[in-house]
């Protein structure tokens, strides 16, 4: 009888108890389509990415005059050993492609990582201790967010020189407004719940509370800034580089291989067609995983 009733007992807890935390997140993410797909593609992306030297079937800076404007495959004269055709100097396109998503790819995720440090640095210092050191956060962000960040990015480049890292580096330096506005906002909602009110009762010292108490409850919203501003650097790098301002040849970035194939829209539609739907598809998989980490990490109110 007391085993019966242990078992049953056991049972019925649990039953009470009902599905862990992990188990209703993770039935979330396997209910929402548009993280998986956007989750997929940013993998096979990033997958291709790293091993760009084994998939890419020809040197991607290789030039041979003799075999420029090669049409992709699925025209009449194309040919299984350029699959996407070259380009107008001879290069192997679908190489220049591959490889172009390291390029991609390491602004992206660069400009986020400088950016997001920045931002998110100022925005909770602000939402935390507010008063004055509020004010001049907000002064900040105030001056930044009146100035256009194509403009500046194109008068710095245009000045100092346009390189990878100067790309990097301004970008890094113009987008952390969006960051500080976001954490300010979640860390004054946050500052004077119980649990932080605990810590300072029993004599956290700030830099603890701040790391340990504060960080942690709002990351979900600093993860969700950081793949939106992914996707937002890499469609400006893409255009900084199509206006000749951006990463300089012979490196193969999309928005320089759109830049250097405006000539030949009309002829060799193509060239422009296979880097921008590279394009589309990454900046496209980063927002569908930044909203789908919105919806699964505060889904209250969504459907």
């Given at each position: 009888?007391s085993?019966?009733?242990?078992t049953f007992?056991?049972?019925?807890?649990?039953?009470?108890?009902g599905?862990?935390?992990?188990?209703l997140?993770?039935?979330?993410?396997?209910?929402?389509?548009?993280?998986?797909i956007?989750?997929g593609?940013?993998?096979?992306?990033?997958l291709?990415?790293?091993a760009a030297?084994?998939?890419?079937?020809?040197?991607?800076?290789a030039?041979?005059?003799a075999?420029?404007l090669i049409?992709?495959?699925?025209?009449?004269?194309?040919?299984?050993?350029?699959p996407?055709?070259?380009d107008m100097l001879?290069?192997?396109?679908l190489?220049r492609?591959?490889?172009?998503?390291?390029i991609?790819?390491?602004?992206g995720?660069?400009?986020?990582?400088?950016?997001?440090?920045?931002?998110?640095?100022?925005g909770?210092v602000a939402?935390?201790?507010?008063g004055r050191?509020d004010?001049?956060?907000t002064y900040l962000?105030?001056?930044?967010?009146?100035?256009?960040?194509?403009?500046?990015?194109l008068?710095?480049?245009a000045?100092?020189?346009?390189?990878?890292?100067?790309?990097?580096?301004?970008?890094?330096?113009?987008?952390?407004?969006?960051?500080?506005?976001?954490?300010?906002?979640?860390?004054q909602?946050?500052?004077?719940?119980?649990?932080?009110?605990?810590?300072r009762?029993?004599?956290?010292?700030?830099?603890?509370?701040?790391?340990?108490?504060?960080?942690?409850?709002?990351?979900?919203?600093l993860?969700?800034?950081?793949?939106?501003?992914?996707?937002?650097?890499?469609?400006?790098?893409?255009?900084l580089?199509?206006?000749?301002?951006?990463?300089q040849?012979?490196?193969?970035?999309?928005?320089l291989?759109?830049s250097e194939?405006?000539g030949?829209?009309?002829?060799s539609?193509?060239?422009?067609?296979i880097?921008?739907?590279?394009?589309?598809?990454l900046?496209?998989?980063?927002n569908l995983?930044?909203d789908?980490?919105?919806?699964?990490?505060a889904p209250?109110?969504?459907?």
């Amino acid at each position: 009888m007391s085993s019966y009733t242990t078992t049953f007992g056991a049972t019925f807890e649990e039953s009470l108890a009902g599905p862990s935390p992990g188990e209703l997140l993770r039935r979330r993410i396997r209910g929402h389509a548009g993280l998986l797909i956007g989750a997929g593609v940013l993998a096979l992306i990033v997958l291709m990415a790293f091993a760009a030297p084994w998939l890419a079937p020809q040197d991607p800076f290789a030039q041979d005059l003799a075999r420029r404007l090669i049409p992709p495959v699925w025209h009449e004269s194309g040919t299984w050993t350029y699959p996407l055709g070259t380009d107008m100097l001879g290069r192997d396109y679908l190489s220049r492609v591959i490889y172009g998503s390291r390029i991609s790819l390491l602004i992206g995720f660069s400009v986020m990582l400088i950016s997001g440090v920045i931002g998110a640095a100022l925005g909770i210092v602000a939402g935390y201790f507010g008063g004055r050191t509020d004010l001049v956060v907000t002064y900040l962000i105030t001056v930044r967010l009146s100035l256009p960040v194509i403009l500046v990015a194109l008068a710095t480049v245009a000045l100092v020189g346009s390189s990878l890292a100067m790309v990097i580096l301004v970008l890094g330096l113009l987008k952390w407004d969006r960051y500080a506005v976001v954490l300010r906002s979640a860390t004054q909602q946050v500052r004077n719940l119980d649990y932080v009110t605990a810590a300072r009762a029993i004599g956290c010292p700030t830099w603890r509370i701040i790391a340990g108490e504060v960080l942690p409850n709002v990351s979900s919203h600093l993860i969700v800034v950081a793949t939106l501003e992914m996707g937002s650097a890499i469609l400006l790098e893409a255009a900084l580089s199509f206006l000749g301002l951006g990463v300089q040849p012979p490196l193969p970035s999309w928005g320089l291989m759109i830049s250097e194939a405006k000539g030949y829209m009309f002829f060799s539609p193509w060239l422009i067609t296979i880097p921008g739907l590279a394009l589309f598809a990454l900046v496209l998989a980063i927002n569908l995983l930044g909203d789908g980490v919105r919806d699964v990490t505060a889904p209250e109110g969504r459907a």
